[in-house]
């Protein structure tokens, strides 16, 4: 069930794109600003709207770790934003000067795309704030734009309605007509599937266009085999043009927005529609899940943003606990791995662990040597804080692994008793009082055997 829980109708002109961290909720306009909200209360922060921008905003996105913004514009420009403060780091101009459409962030924060309606695409490095490779498509503009997983490769969509896969030095590795009135959107889940046949560990990418359909595909990175991408199937629940997919973060759900003013959330597995929300009434321009909370922003050219909350299958903190106690620790998945990750407040790290594969036995195996040099964190503060709470993973496997003696159990209920010598004692007096009422009532007959009055103590033996 999807509940509407919260309306934002702080912009005044069409809403184009939201995005989700952690923590926070971009939006972005045709009114040229950029608007910031906390996740606790949905209270726009201190220092929204972000103004800087002297056309139209159409893309916005966060970093991975969220420190970061980034918000694209008709003026030809990709801001770069401080989600701590709101200034500016840097105003990063499309070389051609032409309207910037889409922008995005690599997993590791190392590149960010900008595609522009020209059809060129430049790859940002984020460190230095400085451009790194670029290059162009053939036909039409650069609308949509996905990073796979490991962020060694992304995927275009252009108004053409050609799917094009680059590597990171803007090496041009597939190309393929997707959709033939134009893609709008396009989005790859994290969480890889296997084929069933070969082994091989595919992700889902989702495409959406002006046909009315959104498309899966089934998408091989490999380097020693280059790009595969293959045609899954076509979900056709819009009756009107699609402009936005996105994968919920456990990839079992898919949502989209469309000209016919509806929201529908597909289960990705069987493409059954899960729910579809029509309380947005102009065309449906973005929408987006949060990381590891079941929240769903949806925004419109009706100048608003809707946010639901709904029952998901997610990863969240509030299943963590119970599956710490269905679930050995070392038998976890990757997906139970990242759940306790949110848990703890290191949603920052799913990605990085989803990425290295890490599931509960190789989550147990961590030390400081193999987050230094193989997972390459860098900060100690965290380190330190992961090794301390796998730490008291291990104490929480310990703790239930060990037997309890019986005598600390409960004779009747089995349970824990606080205070087993004094509950030992009552239950003995109990014993001892049934022990005498049975052999008060007892009516003795010649052919009986005599009662075992061995099996009490000697002091207590009945006269």
Same mark, same amino acid.
Request: proline letters at 3%; aromatic letters at 10%; a negative charge.
């Given at each position: 069930m999807a509940t509407l829980i919260h309306t934002l109708a702080d912009h005044s002109d069409d809403v184009n794109c939201c995005a989700f961290s952690p923590s926070l909720l971009a939006t972005c306009s045709l009114d040229k600003t950029v608007r910031i909200y906390?996740?606790?209360?949905?209270?726009?922060?201190?220092?929204?709207?972000?103004?800087?921008?002297?056309?139209?905003?159409?893309?916005?996105?966060?970093?991975?770790?969220?420190? *970061?913004?980034?918000?694209?514009?008709?003026?030809?420009?990709?801001?770069?934003?401080?989600?701590?403060?709101? %200034?500016?780091?840097?105003?990063?101009?499309?070389?051609?000067?032409?309207?910037?459409?889409?922008?995005?962030?690599?997993?590791?924060?190392?590149?960010?795309?900008?595609?522009?309606?020209?059809?060129?695409?430049?790859?940002?490095?984020?460190?230095?704030?400085?451009?790194?490779?670029?290059?162009?498509?053939?036909?039409?503009?650069?609308?949509?734009?996905?990073?796979?997983?490991?962020?060694?490769?992304?995927?275009?969509?252009?108004?053409?309605?050609?799917?094009?896969?680059?590597?990171?030095?803007?090496?041009? *590795?597939?190309?393929?007509?997707?959709?033939?009135?134009?893609?709008?959107?396009?989005?790859?889940?994290? %969480?890889?599937?296997?084929?069933?046949?070969?082994?091989?560990?595919?992700? %889902?990418?989702?495409?959406?266009? %002006?046909?009315?359909?959104?498309?899966?595909?089934?998408?091989?990175?490999?380097?020693?085999?280059?790009?595969?991408?293959?045609?899954?199937?076509? *979900?056709?629940?819009?009756?009107?043009?699609?402009?936005?997919?996105?994968?919920?973060?456990?990839?079992?759900?898919?949502?989209?927005?469309?000209?016919?003013?509806?929201?529908?959330?597909?289960e990705t597995n069987t493409g059954n529609i899960l729910h579809t929300l029509s309380q947005h009434t102009r065309y449906v321009t973005t929408c987006v899940f949060a990381p590891c909370t079941a929240l769903l922003a949806t925004g419109s050219m009706d100048k608003t943003v809707n946010i639901w909350q709904f029952d998901s299958k997610q990863p969240c903190a509030g299943n963590t606990v119970e599956k710490e106690s269905e679930v050995a620790v070392q038998n976890w998945s990757e997906d139970d791995v990242s759940a306790w990750l949110c848990a703890q407040g290191l949603t920052d790290l799913v990605g990085l662990f989803k990425r290295n594969n890490i599931d509960g036995k190789e989550l147990l195996h961590l030390t400081k040597e193999s987050l230094t040099n193989e997972l390459k964190i860098e900060s100690l503060g965290l380190r330190s804080k992961i090794l301390q709470k796998i730490e008291e993973l291990r104490m929480k496997m310990v703790s239930v692994s060990v037997a309890i003696p019986d005598e600390f159990l409960c004779p009747i209920t089995r349970e824990l008793m606080k205070e087993p010598v004094i509950a030992a004692g009552l239950y003995l007096q109990q014993s001892l009082d049934e022990a005498l009422s049975k052999i008060q009532n007892f009516e003795y007959k010649e052919q009986d055997p005599l009662p075992l009055l061995l099996l009490l103590p000697n002091s207590q033996q009945i006269q």
């Open positions: 906390s996740l606790s209360d949905f209270t726009e922060l201190s220092y929204s709207p972000l103004k800087g921008h002297t056309y139209a905003v159409h893309c916005c996105c966060f970093s991975p770790l969220g420190h *970061l913004l980034a918000s694209c514009s008709t003026d030809g420009t990709t801001m770069v934003w401080d989600t701590h403060d709101g %200034q500016v780091l840097a105003v990063l101009g499309q070389p051609s000067g032409s309207p910037v459409r889409v922008c995005r962030f690599s997993p590791e924060s190392t590149y960010l795309v900008s595609g522009a309606a020209d059809g060129s695409v430049v790859l940002w490095n984020v460190q230095s704030l400085k451009l790194y490779r670029s290059g162009s498509v053939k036909d039409g503009s650069l609308v949509a734009c996905a990073f796979s997983p490991n962020g060694n490769c992304f995927v275009t969509g252009s108004s053409w309605g050609d799917i094009t896969i680059w590597d990171d030095t803007m090496r041009c *590795l597939y190309n393929e007509k997707a959709h033939d009135l134009g893609v709008t959107c396009c989005d790859i889940s994290s %969480q890889p599937i296997s084929d069933g046949e070969h082994g091989s560990r595919y992700f %889902q990418m989702a495409s959406c266009g %002006q046909d009315n359909k959104v498309k899966i595909w089934l998408i091989l990175f490999a380097d020693s085999l280059g790009v595969e991408l293959r045609y899954k199937c076509t *979900l056709s629940g819009h009756s009107a043009p699609v402009l936005a997919c996105a994968f919920s973060y456990d990839g079992q759900m898919l949502v989209s927005g469309s000209v016919d003013k509806c929201v529908i959330i597909y």
